[in-house]
C-alpha cells in the first residue's frame, strides 16, 4: 500500500516557475515507478511525466517537454516535478501516481497501470 501527498501547487505568472513535490508512505516507495498527471477543467486527465523506480528512465508528455522535469529522492520517498516556463495551459489539477513495474512509454503514459494516487494540487498560471 502507498499513500501520496502532493504538495507546491499555487498561483503562478506566465513564464514563472513552480516546484511540486509528492511524498509517499511505505517503506517500499523506491520499486514503484511514479507519474505526474494534470487535469484541466472540462477535460480529460492527461499523462505529463513518469521517472522509473531508479529515476534513471524519464519520460515527458510533448506538451511540457524541454520545460519541465521530473526527478525522485528515494531516500525521502518523495518525487518532484520542477515546471518552469509555464504556460496558462498548464493550469490544472496536479496529480501524483505511483506503479510496480518498468516497461515502455506506452505504459508509463497510461493512467490505468498506475495502483495509487494523490489527491491532487491546484497550479494556475495567469496571463
Known amino acids: 500500500q502507498v499513500q501520496l501527498v502532493e504538495s507546491g501547487g499555487g498561483l503562478v505568472q506566465a513564464g514563472g516557475s513552480l516546484r511540486l513535490s509528492c511524498a509517499a508512505s511505505g517503506r517500499t516507495f523506491s520499486s514503484y515507478a511514479m507519474g505526474w498527471f494534470r487535469q484541466a477543467p472540462g477535460k480529460e486527465r492527461e499523462f505529463v511525466a513518469a521517472?522509473?523506480?531508479?529515476?534513471?528512465?524519464?519520460y515527458y508528455a510533448d506538451s511540457v517537454k524541454g520545460r519541465f522535469a521530473i526527478s525522485r529522492d528515494n531516500a525521502k520517498n518523495t518525487v518532484y516535478l520542477q515546471m518552469n516556463s509555464m504556460k496558462p495551459e498548464d493550469t490544472a489539477v496536479y496529480y501524483c501516481?505511483?506503479?510496480?513495474?518498468?516497461?515502455?512509454?506506452?505504459?508509463?503514459?497510461?493512467?490505468?497501470?498506475?495502483?495509487?494516487w494523490g489527491q491532487g494540487t491546484q497550479v494556475t498560471v495567469s496571463s
Open positions: 501516481a505511483a506503479r510496480y513495474g518498468s516497461g515502455t512509454y506506452s505504459r508509463y503514459r497510461d493512467e490505468f497501470e498506475y495502483s495509487y
Open positions: 521517472i522509473s523506480w531508479s529515476g534513471i528512465n524519464t
